[in-house]
């Protein structure tokens, strides 16, 4: 598969794949829906709304690049679109919180950025 | 049918210039020793791996540095529940009659032989590599994200997690071979360093060295007789963005079979041997499973149920938390420990009954999961 146009490229987007068939929507990129095997999928851009499902603040990262982003809080959210991702959050990020994606960088990665 | 002929453990900790195949060797001559056979007998093999030294044919590099040709040998990865699913495997190759007796070892110089940062960056490539692992999550932090979402369906606290690991550490203080021989208390974890909310140090397991084997046999060698009576597994995901909903996961997929193809009910279990990688790994695992309500596990270790002398002794080596997490060894304490206590051998540790044995295997972030039942036979 090409590379997505989304943030692991490096590209300020999420994006997600909805399939035609079943009509799951699936977070980790592949040629075929994992729900239901068919091929005919849709890729997508997410709003960047969702829900805090759950979150952890890192405060002991094992590399010198991420130390020095410490504290920094990883999140699962639940995407308006119906698929759930890890991302980076504000560190007072509760569950349940209403959020919105912006795009930070992260040790040299450009990564999501959730907050209230 | 199979038994768990023999065990062999080494203590935990640090074993400063010893390699992976070292510490394999040393638990493996233990085992075989322990269950009176000759190393020509043991016809098969089944290993873990080593970060430390990884190698696409781990169990043949060991036969031959432990001068074996076995009938059948090869590795087996799925992480912390490798070595119970190492002994499933063992038991259904000896009970097809494929092979007679068969070794499943594991050791790992997992602290000395690299830096702590190193075992943390290697861990963590557990997640996903393009979707979590940019993100520097750790382990722990993948733990912490269950723990959070637990906590709060489910109204535990970090104070009810800590008391896991201060039980963990009183049992570890009555093992010579255990990593730590310090008591903690609750304040004591609250206190430690954090690492990932809602863990702190004193909820995480340490990095280890150490190795653990066992010998699987078609019928008994010598006195011990610990048979297999059930086990099953259950694989819901990799990755914890790819985690069904707490209430689905694996480990209540598994021993929910485990208890069908056995026959055993949880009230018939008198001993229990349950993953603790994190102080929440156990909680949950333990609600899982039926050994105590959801919510109340906490509770149940404070009331003293899962104590040496309580009514379901819960990991008396003191588990991964306080043993000592050497990789796949690291769980196969659990299963050496529990062999120990079914043959009467556990000495100060003894418990009064441990005549039906629960263990539980948990890999990647309650990915893949083991369940098993042994019993004594008269």
Redesign the interface.
């Given at each position: 598969m090409t590379k997505p146009a989304d943030w692991?490229g490096g590209h300020e987007a999420i994006l997600y794949q909805s399939c035609g068939a079943c009509g799951k929507a699936q977070?980790?990129?592949r040629g075929f829906c994992a729900a239901c095997g068919s091929s005919d999928l849709a890729e997508k851009r997410a709003s960047g709304k969702g829900k805090i499902?759950?979150?952890?603040?890192?405060?002991?990262?094992?590399?010198p690049e991420?130390r020095a982003?410490v504290p920094?809080n990883?999140?699962?959210v639940d995407a308006a679109e119906g698929f759930?991702?890890?991302?980076?959050g504000a560190n007072d990020l509760r569950?349940?919180d209403a959020v919105t994606a912006r795009f930070a960088q992260?040790?040299g990665?450009l990564?999501p950025y959730f907050e209230k | 049918m199979s038994y768990i002929t023999g065990v062999g453990l080494t203590s935990y900790g640090k074993h400063e210039g010893l390699t992976s195949l070292d510490l394999m060797s040393k638990a493996a001559e233990l085992a075989i020793s322990d269950a009176g056979l000759k190393r020509s007998e043991v016809d098969g093999v089944l290993c873990g791996y080593s970060t430390v030294s990884p190698h696409i044919m781990l169990a043949t590099v060991f036969a031959e540095h432990f001068g074996i040709k076995p009938a059948y040998a090869h590795a087996v990865q799925v992480g912390g529940a490798t070595g119970l699913a190492m002994t499933m495997l063992a038991h259904t190759l000896v009970d097809a009659g494929a092979v007679k007796h068969v070794l499943c070892v594991a050791g790992e110089n997992r602290l000395t032989g690299q830096s702590r940062?190193a075992a943390?960056?290697a861990l963590?490539q557990v997640g996903?590599p393009?979707?979590?692992v940019?993100?520097?999550?750790?382990i722990?932090?993948?733990y912490?994200?269950?723990?959070?979402?637990y906590m709060?369906e489910y109204g535990v606290t970090e104070e009810d997690l800590a008391e896991f690991a201060v039980l963990m550490r009183r049992h570890a203080l009555t093992h010579p071979g255990a990593q730590f021989h310090e008591p903690i208390s609750v304040a004591d974890v609250m206190a430690s360093?954090?690492?990932?909310?809602?863990?702190k140090l004193l909820d995480c397991c340490p990095v280890s060295d150490g190795g653990a084997a066992v010998i699987i046999s078609r019928e008994p060698t010598n006195a011990a007789r610990v048979r297999i009576r059930g086990c099953a597994q259950a694989h819901t995901h990799q990755?914890?963005?790819?985690a069904p909903a707490l209430s689905e996961l694996g480990a209540e997929i598994a021993i929910a079979k485990a208890k069908a193809n056995s026959g055993v009910e949880i009230s018939d279990v008198r001993y229990a041997a349950v993953y603790d990688s994190f102080t929440i790994t156990l909680a949950m695992l333990l609600e899982d499973l039926g050994l105590a309500k959801r919510g109340e596990a906490a509770a149940r270790v404070r009331s003293g149920h899962f104590n040496r002398d309580g009514a379901m002794p819960l990991n008396t080596h003191g588990g991964l938390l306080s043993y000592g997490h050497c990789g796949v060894g690291g769980a196969m304490a659990h299963l050496v420990e529990t062999q120990l206590q079914m043959t009467g051998r556990a000495g100060n540790r003894q418990v009064r009954d441990a005549s039906l044995a629960l263990l539980h295997g948990d890999g990647g972030v309650l990915s893949s999961h083991v369940s098993m039942f042994l019993e004594r036979a008269r």
């Amino acid at each position: 598969m090409t590379k997505p146009a989304d943030w692991t490229g490096g590209h300020e987007a999420i994006l997600y794949q909805s399939c035609g068939a079943c009509g799951k929507a699936q977070y980790f990129r592949r040629g075929f829906c994992a729900a239901c095997g068919s091929s005919d999928l849709a890729e997508k851009r997410a709003s960047g709304k969702g829900k805090i499902y759950a979150t952890s603040v890192v405060m002991r990262a094992a590399t010198p690049e991420t130390r020095a982003h410490v504290p920094y809080n990883i999140v699962l959210v639940d995407a308006a679109e119906g698929f759930r991702m890890m991302a980076h959050g504000a560190n007072d990020l509760r569950i349940g919180d209403a959020v919105t994606a912006r795009f930070a960088q992260f040790a040299g990665r450009l990564v999501p950025y959730f907050e209230k | 049918m199979s038994y768990i002929t023999g065990v062999g453990l080494t203590s935990y900790g640090k074993h400063e210039g010893l390699t992976s195949l070292d510490l394999m060797s040393k638990a493996a001559e233990l085992a075989i020793s322990d269950a009176g056979l000759k190393r020509s007998e043991v016809d098969g093999v089944l290993c873990g791996y080593s970060t430390v030294s990884p190698h696409i044919m781990l169990a043949t590099v060991f036969a031959e540095h432990f001068g074996i040709k076995p009938a059948y040998a090869h590795a087996v990865q799925v992480g912390g529940a490798t070595g119970l699913a190492m002994t499933m495997l063992a038991h259904t190759l000896v009970d097809a009659g494929a092979v007679k007796h068969v070794l499943c070892v594991a050791g790992e110089n997992r602290l000395t032989g690299q830096s702590r940062d190193a075992a943390i960056v290697a861990l963590a490539q557990v997640g996903h590599p393009d979707y979590e692992v940019p993100l520097g999550p750790t382990i722990p932090a993948y733990y912490g994200l269950v723990a959070s979402r637990y906590m709060h369906e489910y109204g535990v606290t970090e104070e009810d997690l800590a008391e896991f690991a201060v039980l963990m550490r009183r049992h570890a203080l009555t093992h010579p071979g255990a990593q730590f021989h310090e008591p903690i208390s609750v304040a004591d974890v609250m206190a430690s360093r954090p690492v990932a909310s809602p863990l702190k140090l004193l909820d995480c397991c340490p990095v280890s060295d150490g190795g653990a084997a066992v010998i699987i046999s078609r019928e008994p060698t010598n006195a011990a007789r610990v048979r297999i009576r059930g086990c099953a597994q259950a694989h819901t995901h990799q990755h914890v963005t790819a985690a069904p909903a707490l209430s689905e996961l694996g480990a209540e997929i598994a021993i929910a079979k485990a208890k069908a193809n056995s026959g055993v009910e949880i009230s018939d279990v008198r001993y229990a041997a349950v993953y603790d990688s994190f102080t929440i790994t156990l909680a949950m695992l333990l609600e899982d499973l039926g050994l105590a309500k959801r919510g109340e596990a906490a509770a149940r270790v404070r009331s003293g149920h899962f104590n040496r002398d309580g009514a379901m002794p819960l990991n008396t080596h003191g588990g991964l938390l306080s043993y000592g997490h050497c990789g796949v060894g690291g769980a196969m304490a659990h299963l050496v420990e529990t062999q120990l206590q079914m043959t009467g051998r556990a000495g100060n540790r003894q418990v009064r009954d441990a005549s039906l044995a629960l263990l539980h295997g948990d890999g990647g972030v309650l990915s893949s999961h083991v369940s098993m039942f042994l019993e004594r036979a008269r």
